[in-house]
DNA sequence: GGGCGGCGATACCCTCCGGGTATCGATTCC
DNA sequence: GGAATCGATACCCGGAGGGTATCGCCGCCC
């Protein structure tokens, strides 16, 4: 199978309609219907049930289309890693870290600090991202390692090291009346009236039905809190980030929090093992 | 980046020859040595330092040949995949289990009775295999789900459940003076005189270099111990396995073995999931 | 040291595959 | 029932990919 065919097959899946499909994809649309049919006759399998007005994945087509996914993403690694190979070699060597914008509050300028303290330290660029791109960046080799926070992010498919555990707080508006409590269990947030959870983005930008505000980042998700339009639980280390005007509560049965560095498989960079002995170091 | 082009890429990396790497391909030398260049000149990068006697791997060609190694069986993978989907939704569904032939003795058909008991279960195919074959094996989609032996196989990469922890033993000739002890320290097993330690085959097939002698399974393994010609030190499962020429003692400071279920992640597959689930019961 | 042999690069040709345009056939909706 | 939508089909063209012949370079051996 050719990439240029799983390219085509990916858009046609994601759309389910060959002419938006062959539209993303810079071509026509008859040499892209042409191109699925030769796939699937090649693989013996119907990936698609098509009918005049309508495009549905089989079975075998929605395997294809996650694997097929994973199987891209890591062409498309090889060849960036490749590329950064080269220049690491000439000119300037150097690590992407990923994380979520807003989390991981001390560590971060804990460890790029231990790092750079060590003998032969390359600089480190740190790339900051919304919620869910980075496990997409480190398997597409954009980056070269993340800091992911379980259960949150998955860590599936990489190598990873343990950071670091903490609890999680509710973050409540400082006038609220159950900020003044010494801890709180997840019922008692989830049924706050008035103060819903926010709603996350999906990696494709839509975002999961129900009552609460949308939102994109921490910033935004602060300021709502403060507003009094929202509530959320969030790991302990947000703490230092939060104003006058909001108030952090511990919830005693919500789900530990574990920092996680995590790199791709079969990463032989010796910067990588450095950052990595540096973080296990903290 | 085609497919193709890595095929051929990582068939010249692997020769460091064009011709034998045209040969193994199938085609003629000249477009081969095209295809490479042209590659080169896409990523904008020298993969291979050629003179007209010898072709060496540079920095980022030995990369790319990590990472496209990794990405051929991603693809691969994909494509095997969704064929085996299409077959389970109209045919005979079913999984494919592999472990190393010789290992987990008593787990491996607990588990396939523990599994065949559940509602829903689906015929499960054994493949036993050498060593370090199975991560290939599971990696490039001809395996769905595997038995690794950590420390001993790597489980990067892949979705793991522990299932059990044990210490090793020492296996010696029954009549050796040291097989009455009630425990040993690695340091006694690896210095007997005249009873080395075997060396394992390599993923490529060669052997590391060394005084003990070459083997390629446990049953070679334990002949060549009943034969006074080497010594193992091997997981405590094995014991049942011995036969009365042979005697286990336990050895301390040897690292504990850990057995885990590993499958590919981004796996949803039902069948699969149940397997687990067996497994993490028993 | 000069001829030989091995190996990668180059030159040139040809075939077939991937892409484009025009059009058909089916289905749905007004 | 006609128009609009959408995937499939028919047909054509250009270029990418593969083959053969040959060159140029460099060890090696008599």
Redesign the interface.
Known sequence: ????E?RYFVAVAEELHFGRAAQRLGIAQPPLSRAIRQLERR?????LERTSRSVLL????S??L???R??LD??????R???R??L??TGRPGLVLVTKAGASGELLPKLLDAYAAEPGAVPVDVLLCGIGEQERLLRD?RADVALLHRPFD?A????TEELCTEGQVAVLPAWHPLAGRAHLCTADVAALPGLPMPRWPHRDGTYPPGPGPQVRDHTQLLQLIALGRASAILPESCRPQLGRDLAAVPVLDAPTVTTVIAW???S?SQALAGLVRAATRI
Not at 43 to 47: D, P, Q
Not at 58 to 61: N, P, V
């Open positions: 199978m050719e990439t240029r799983l693989l013996g399998v119907t990936l089989t079975e075998a087509g395997v294809l996650a694997e097929g994973a199987a890591a062409v498309e690694a090889a060849e890693r490749a590329r190979a080269a690491a070699a080799g998955s599936n498919g990489f190598d791709p498989p079969h032989r």
